[in-house]
């Protein structure tokens, strides 16, 4: 039984391939691209998908799209009926692209496919998921368990923002939602916008700028903007938002309420106020989060619980709702957002469509592991191909063993020295997990800024997150469990903090950036958190033997992970972008599979002036 999955037209388009329940290869258009959340057909996606299976599109029992325009449509119609005569403006504009682009996408999707293979049976093969299954099915049919509620948070989806799945072997059955436009998404997503940054790309830094601030604000919100109930369920008032109709997410009420209009791109970044205003929303979300998962808890009595959409993507609250115990064990789809719709359309498909059972679960050394292989999906390189690729570059490297490339590499990191690491198969999702990566030494106090400020090309407030060895991890953070993904934070532990003078403590904001608040300052953020991924050697050999390396000359199990890409671009796909982004900003050193560069062994002549070379996020 094969089946594709497809999600496009909005943004973070992808493609992902199951293969009798396995799932074999997945995707995001935007790494073969080059272009930051992607959201054409993802022509580039697919052909890899059925390479990687070494299957053609005929060959597919069915094609799955991740959600259903006419739905949306309707959703978007109802919308502006209901807000009439507001928002004229916005209906004028969207509905000539409706009528041309996305209303008939059924027929874009029947002439794209078609030129992949023009015998393609469209008519049989081509389904449709609703958008929030397409999300909880890709994170229960992958989890490691047999019995689970699935909680779905985003934006929206068709008219769901928010649902409730139960699963039950392949059974995965919705129990309850909430509709547009009462979303915890789209309130983060106003803040956001408030705050300065892009919408649908900048919450994360939300996420990041929150720990510099106080929740001054988060009475505020809830008093004025969200009606939270005792169940978990929730309101928005839209009198604060413009979102329905309009162009911007908030409007001049929203404005008064909090003292002023939005902080534009171009102004003074991140006074005091925008860090409160980033504490404030991100205490809220928590406090949803948490006051729905304990009401679910008691309902279902399930212990097992899986999260997708947008807002699982928020590991903060992730790592609460997994310390409140509320729930005995948490599992996180890794690509939360719409490119892992793709995968659950598919999954979906096979299981419910096809009434297909799931694929039995390994047992790992901590139970039932889940069937993601790591987040590995994406393309690899041979070694002789890696070889050809750079040797047509023009880069100058040595072919190492792995024994010395690890031992290298190691030595490199230790000698704080940065270094860019492509290894295997790329990541699935938006986090970087030792595949495509940027890595340091956490004993630095100076490498969060040097990585941020020479090597992202980005603001120097947003943290980085440790690679820990799995068997280490409870050693050095108030976390005794997996966290493969990089979806869970806790805190480091308290004897391996530093405690801050009174001098220290008084200070505010971006001030608390430079104060050293452990013995691996590179990845404590300012409240001693770290977004936290564990290194396991049946997922990634490669990467747990290097970090297994540098604790053996450091004594520390933890490396420096952020993703290898510049600020605004795609994480590198192929050694083409990783040679680029080696030689467009301060990497110290390069590693692609069994090749080891030095930057002060390179042509100077291929130095890339890579700094404004995409689009800022």
Same mark, same amino acid.
């Given at each position: 039984m094969k089946v594709l999955g497809v999600s496009a037209f909005y943004h973070d388009s992808a493609a992902a391939l199951v293969v009798d329940g396995q799932v074999v290869a997945a995707a995001q258009? &935007?790494?073969?691209?080059?272009?930051?959340?992607?959201?054409?057909?993802?022509?580039?996606?697919?052909?890899? !998908?059925?390479?990687?299976?070494?299957?053609?599109l005929g060959a597919m029992d069915a094609v799955v799209f991740y959600d259903k325009p006419f739905l949306k449509f309707e959703r978007l119609l109802e919308t502006y009926l209901a807000f009439a005569p507001r928002g004229y403006k916005s209906f004028a504009m969207a509905m000539p692209i409706w009528l041309k682009e996305k209303l008939f996408q059924k027929d874009v999707l029947r002439k794209a496919f078609m030129a992949f293979d023009e015998n393609f049976d469209w008519q049989n093969k081509l389904l449709f998921s609703e958008h929030h299954m397409s999300h909880a099915a890709s994170a229960f049919y992958p989890s490691p368990y047999e019995e689970a509620v699935v909680l779905t948070m985003d934006g929206v989806g068709?008219?769901?923002? %928010?649902?409730?799945?139960?699963?039950?072997?392949?059974?995965?059955?919705?129990? *309850?939602?909430?509709?547009?436009?009462?979303?915890?998404?789209?309130?983060?997503?106003?803040?956001?916008?408030?705050?300065?940054?892009?919408v649908n790309s900048g919450e994360y830094k939300v996420m990041g700028l929150a720990p510099y601030g106080e929740p001054k604000y988060a009475d505020l919100i809830l008093d004025h903007l969200v009606d939270l109930k005792d169940d978990g369920s929730f309101?928005?008032?839209?009198?604060?938002?413009?979102?329905?109709?309009?162009?911007?997410?908030?409007?001049?009420?929203?404005?008064?309420?909090?003292?002023?209009?939005?902080?534009? $791109?171009?102004?003074?970044?991140?006074?005091?106020?925008? @860090?409160?205003?980033?504490?404030?929303?991100?205490?809220?979300?928590?406090?949803?989060?948490?006051?729905?998962?304990?009401?679910?808890?008691?309902?279902?009595?399930?212990?097992?619980? !899986?999260?997708?959409?947008?807002?699982?993507?928020?590991?903060?609250?992730?790592?609460?709702?997994?310390?409140?115990?509320?729930? *005995?064990n948490v599992w996180v789809q890794p690509a939360s957002g719409d490119a892992g719709g793709a995968l659950g359309a598919a999954m979906y498909a096979h299981h419910t469509y096809f009434d297909q059972d799931r694929a039995p679960r390994t047992a790992g050394p901590n139970g039932p592991t889940d069937t993601m292989r790591g987040g590995y999906l994406g393309p690899e390189y041979e070694q002789s191909d890696i070889e050809a690729r750079l040797t047509e570059l023009g880069a100058k490297f040595e072919v190492l063993s792995p024994d010395k490339?690890?031992?290298?590499?190691? %030595?490199?990191?230790?000698? &704080?020295?940065?270094?860019?690491?492509?290894?295997?198969?790329?990541?699935?999702?938006?986090?970087?997990?030792?595949?495509?990566?940027?890595?340091?030494?956490?004993?630095?106090?100076?490498m969060q800024k040097t990585l941020n400020l020479k090597v992202k090309y980005r603001e120097s407030f947003r943290p980085f997150a440790p690679s820990v060895l799995r068997e280490d991890v409870s050693d050095w953070f108030d976390h005794d469990g997996d966290s493969p993904y990089m979806l869970m934070v806790a805190d480091v532990r308290k004897e391996r903090q530093l405690e @801050?003078?009174?001098?220290?403590?008084?200070?505010?904001?971006?001030?608390?950036?430079?104060?050293?608040?452990?013995?691996? $300052?590179?990845?404590?953020?300012?409240?001693?958190?770290?977004?936290?991924?564990?290194?396991? $050697?049946?997922?990634?050999?490669?990467?747990?033997?290097?970090?297994?390396?540098?604790?053996?000359?450091?004594?520390? $199990?933890?490396?420096?992970?952020?993703?290898?890409?510049?600020?605004?671009?795609?994480?590198? !796909?192929?050694?083409?972008?990783?040679?680029? #982004?080696?030689?467009?900003? &301060?990497?110290?050193?390069?590693?692609?599979?069994? #090749?080891?560069?030095?930057?002060?062994?390179?042509?100077?002549?291929?130095?890339?002036?890579?700094?404004?070379?995409?689009?800022?996020?």
């Open positions: 258009e &935007e790494r073969f691209t080059r272009k930051k959340q992607d959201s054409d057909f993802p022509a580039n996606a697919i052909e890899y !998908c059925l390479n990687a299976g070494d299957v053609e068709e008219w769901a923002t %928010t649902s409730v799945a139960i699963g039950k072997g392949k059974d995965l059955t919705v129990a *309850k939602e909430i509709h547009f436009p009462h979303s915890l998404g789209l309130l983060y997503s106003a803040l956001t916008y408030y705050i300065g940054f892009k309101r928005l008032n839209q009198d604060y938002f413009d979102y329905c109709t309009g162009l911007t997410m908030t409007n001049a009420r929203f404005d008064d309420l909090f003292g002023g209009p939005p902080r534009q $791109p171009e102004d003074e970044l991140l006074v005091q106020k925008h @860090m409160d205003i980033a504490a404030s929303v991100q205490s809220v979300t928590e406090t949803v989060m948490l006051t729905l998962t304990r009401a679910l808890a008691a309902e279902f009595d399930i212990p097992n619980l !899986c999260l997708a959409g947008g807002v699982a993507l928020n590991c903060v609250g992730n790592g609460k709702v997994l310390r409140d115990g509320a729930f *005995k490339l690890t031992d290298s590499a190691a %030595t490199a990191l230790a000698d &704080e020295q940065a270094v860019g690491w492509m290894q295997g198969r790329m990541e699935f999702g938006p986090r970087a997990l030792g595949a495509r990566s940027i890595l340091g030494d956490p004993r630095s106090p100076a @801050m003078t009174e001098t220290e403590a008084a200070l505010f904001g971006i001030d608390k950036l430079n104060i050293p608040r452990s013995d691996i $300052p590179a990845v404590t953020h300012v409240d001693y958190s770290a977004r936290i991924q564990t290194v396991h $050697p049946d997922t990634n050999p490669r990467y747990h033997a290097l970090i297994k390396r540098f604790k053996d000359i450091t004594g520390y $199990p933890i490396v420096v992970n952020t993703s290898f890409n510049v600020r605004g671009e795609p994480i590198v !796909c192929t050694p083409e972008d990783a040679f680029r #982004c080696f030689m467009g900003t &301060e990497l110290d050193v390069l590693v692609i599979g069994d #090749c080891y560069l030095k930057k002060s062994d390179q042509d100077p002549s291929l130095k890339l002036d890579y700094k404004d070379a995409f689009e800022l996020d």
